[in-house]
């Protein structure tokens, strides 16, 4: 199978499906895995798709996901809807496809297994539990509080400044979490 040109194997990877190229089996896997590497090239082809990684926390995003993905250790500010905010800043030294390149070759990782993960870094959904935005990737990882945070007496600060959780006694200060670098929101729960 080594001897199919490249633009073959472009073309059946434009024609076969992913469900059905997920449920081939090879003996020798020497085409499915080429679908599977040019399934990725078609993915990442479409600017949409093109993954970037965060300058600060090292996390993947595409650019359209930059705008609801919260950085954990990007420079909070408050939007103009009053959310604590923090955005993922672009590393620009990095390079989505040496990065694959370098995992394929390093780990030892099937294209089908690649193009999975990549892929599952180009959705995301809104968490119910938390009103957060994650990666397919990190599904299942929502750490929230069960209760509300309470107003906290306190003389170091401004009256409603200093914040508690009733459910785990947590604490933190509102301009504290807008100086850090860190990420403030963790809950207690998973």
């Known amino acids: 199978m080594g001897c199919i040109n490249s633009q073959i194997i ?3 990877a434009r024609k076969v499906s ?26 990442l082809e479409k600017e949409r798709n093109y993954l970037y990684k965060c ?15 919260h950085c954990t250790k ?5 939007d103009y809807n009053g959310q ?13 496809k040496k990065f694959v390149t370098f995992v394929r070759e390093t780990y030892r990782i099937s294209w089908r297994e690649i193009y999975w993960k990549v892929w599952s ?12 935005y994650y990666h397919i990737s990190e599904l299942g990882n929502c750490h929230v509080h069960t209760k509300p945070p309470k107003v906290k007496m306190s003389l170091n600060g401004p009256l ?14 509102v301009t504290a979490i807008l100086n850090s670098n ?8 998973q």
């Open 10 to 12: 472009r073309d059946m």
């Open 18 to 43: 992913i469900d059905r190229l997920n449920i081939l089996k090879e003996r020798k896997d020497k085409l499915v895995s080429r679908l599977f590497m040019k399934k990725l090239e078609l993915l």
């Open 55 to 69: 300058a600060y926390c090292n996390k993947l995003f595409s650019m359209s996901q930059r705008k609801v993905l």
């Open 74 to 78: 990007a420079k909070s500010y408050i």
């Open 84 to 96: 604590i905010r923090a955005k993922h800043v672009v590393d620009r030294a990095w390079d989505l």
């Open 121 to 132: 870094y180009l959705y995301i959904f809104k968490c119910e539990r938390c009103s957060q």
């Open 160 to 173: 409603g400044s200093n914040y508690q959780y009733s459910c785990c006694e947590k604490e933190f200060n």
């Open 182 to 189: 860190n990420d403030s929101q963790s809950g207690c729960e």
